[in-house]
């Protein structure tokens, strides 16, 4: 930890007097930090992980998009930007992680509770505020616009197709067991991609990742985490996610209410994001059982998660 500490002291002037690991999500390591007044949130992507440079490539981009809707929108205080480093920089890092900063949120995670009707019309207030803005805003949104490209499927359908393929025993008897089912979402996604390439349907800014697990609840209300994926896409690429909840229906009503009831919501793209995250998530966990070191209850865990993806196929596909 005086690694890291001594990096805040230099990035952002901050003299941390604790800090405590924090249950975060797969994708980064998460600590709370304080300096005797002021409490703090650091954001930790691990420079050992398969994932973390896909999932911080874009910091410099997305950021300033979030700091712009903070700033200029209804979305302020609704979600966290993060505090510059002394260069006035969005993220720092070592040799060992690349590094985020925010203010620390006073609230309680959404996670498995589900929400209730009055989270739910604030949930779709903030998604129906987000769709609003698109390509016109002042800050670039030119590296985030979608390409409904997965760079992963090359690579994956390879792994799924050739049963010589060098992978731990364990990993080749379960995707042995969905390899058809993989391959036919394989194609489909690959097709759907043609056509949404072709057809170029409407584009707003979306942060694909919306769950309860990444709302918080506070005094002032809700506050939609993690924009790591924000994307300028048609909307359907927040909906789709959305439509597997239990409170979809009177989210949906609610977002009518304040984009627009003459929306039109295609089936197809919401199929196409649907299966496009059935297949992220399969890939991520094949990436951290091939390529991270885990401990063997998280790799049993990560085959659990894994496992679970792939019998979830099936109703993706229909």
Not at 46 to 53: D, F, L, Q, Y
Not at 152 to 171: A, G, N, R, T, W
Not at 193 to 198: A, D, R, T
Request: hydrophobic share 35%; glycine share 4%; proline share 3%.
């Amino acid at each position: 930890m005086n690694n890291t500490i001594n990096l805040i002291k230099e990035q952002y002037e901050i003299e941390c007097v604790t800090i405590t690991q924090q249950i975060g999500g797969w994708s980064a390591l998460a600590y709370k930090l304080s300096d005797g007044f002021k409490n703090y949130f650091l954001k930790v992507y691990e420079k050992n992980r398969a994932s973390t440079p896909k999932l911080t490539a874009l910091i410099d981009s997305y950021i300033p998009i979030t700091l712009w809707l903070n700033k200029n929108t209804e979305l302020s205080g609704k979600l966290p930007v993060p505090i510059l480093t002394k260069d006035r920089e969005a993220k720092c890092e070592d040799k060992y992680g690349i590094y985020l900063l925010y203010e620390y949120i006073d609230g309680e995670t959404i996670g498995s509770k589900g929400l209730t009707i009055e989270q739910t019309v604030q949930l779709a207030n903030i998604v129906a505020t987000l769709h609003s803005y698109g390509k016109e805003i002042s800050v670039s949104t030119n590296a985030i616009r979608e390409e409904y490209y997965l760079p992963f499927l090359c690579q994956m359908q390879k792994i799924f197709s050739e049963s010589h393929f060098h992978i731990p025993y364990d990993v080749k008897v379960l995707i042995g067991k969905y390899k058809q089912s993989v391959l036919k979402m394989i194609q489909k996604v690959q097709n759907l991609s043609e056509v949404l390439q072709f057809s170029k349907p409407k584009m707003v800014l979306c942060h694909t990742d919306i769950h309860p697990w990444n709302l918080i609840q506070t005094g002032r209300g809700l506050i939609l985490i993690d924009w790591e994926g924000l994307k300028l896409a048609p909307p359907e690429a927040d909906l789709a996610l959305l439509s597997e909840e239990p409170y979809y229906e009177e989210f949906i009503r609610s977002y009518r209410k304040n984009i627009g009831n003459d929306i039109v919501i295609h089936t197809d793209i919401m199929q196409f994001y649907k299966m496009r995250r059935n297949l992220e998530d399969i890939w991520e966990f094949i990436e951290q059982l091939l390529y991270d070191k885990q401990e063997n209850e998280e790799r049993i865990k990560t085959l659990k998660y894994l496992e679970g993806e792939l019998f979830s196929i099936d109703k993706n596909l229909l």
